[in-house]
């Protein structure tokens, strides 16, 4: 069974830029999880995905984060326009059902100059 | 707000000897609990977890306690080996209460002597 995949595992972009980082889920896995991580400290919740609809957004930390779910499938987070404080590992993680473990990815290591 | 806090960032063990990492929680209402191994540049990999109804769980040379009236936690890896040397995390989490946001501690760094 292939495990949580994300993509690219590294990029670097200009502040004020773009960015789109993506998360293929394990097959079956109705939810899906964002984290970031930020200098090496802990890791803090951004989003959470149930199938296609956003059931909870309170680590969002402003609107220039843009999290999509199609079709319940992949996930996409957007950031836009980019800022220097945005730096960090982004994890993505998913789960089968509600009570159980939740299964992360590598990483997305978004570094912002 | 530090709600699951890991008070010690590093530690080190001899091999074969037995690995205890603590983690303290302040919430009273998470009532699952996790611990996540991570090695440098990879997404952090689940060990063990265990539930508010229950004191212990066990899985191979990795047991997990639940002190609920201290809200402490604490991993115990016997015997140690050199292979365990990662960053430890603790990640707490109510989803009992539709809550399956994990919210972790800043993890230990553990080392294994060989």
């Known amino acids: 069974e292939a495990g949580v995949t994300q993509f690219p595992s590294h990029s670097v972009i200009e502040k004020g830029q773009t960015v789109t980082l993506r998360c293929d889920p394990i097959?079956?896995?109705?939810?899906l999880y964002w984290y970031r991580r930020v200098m090496g400290k802990e890791i803090k919740f951004l989003l959470h995905?149930?199938?296609?609809?956003?059931?909870?957004e309170s680590g969002m930390p402003n609107n220039r984060f843009l999290a999509e779910r199609t079709g319940g499938t992949y996930s996409t987070l957007k950031v836009q326009p980019a800022e220097l404080e945005d730096s960090g590992v982004y994890f993505c993680a998913s789960s089968q059902v509600q009570v159980s473990e939740q299964y992360f990815g590598p990483g997305t290591r978004l570094t912002v100059t | 707000d530090q709600q699951v806090k890991q008070n010690s960032p590093s530690l080190s063990v001899q091999e074969g000897r037995i690995s205890i990492l603590n983690c303290d929680y302040t919430n009273s209402m998470f009532d699952y609990f996790l611990w996540y191994k991570k090695y440098p540049a990879e997404g952090p990999t689940f060990l063990i977890s265990i539930s508010s109804i229950k004191d212990k769980n066990e899985d191979g040379r990795f047991t997990v306690f639940l002190n609920k009236s201290a809200k402490h936690l604490s991993l115990h890896i016997v015997p140690s080996q050199p292979g365990d040397s990662a960053v430890y995390f603790c990640?707490?989490?109510?989803?009992?209460?539709?809550?399956?946001?994990?919210?972790f501690g800043q993890g230990t760094r553990l080392t294994i002597n060989p």
């Open positions: 097959s079956g896995h109705d939810n």
């Open positions: 995905f149930v199938k296609e609809s956003k059931q909870d």
């Open positions: 990640a707490a989490s109510a989803p009992f209460q539709g809550a399956q946001k994990l919210v």
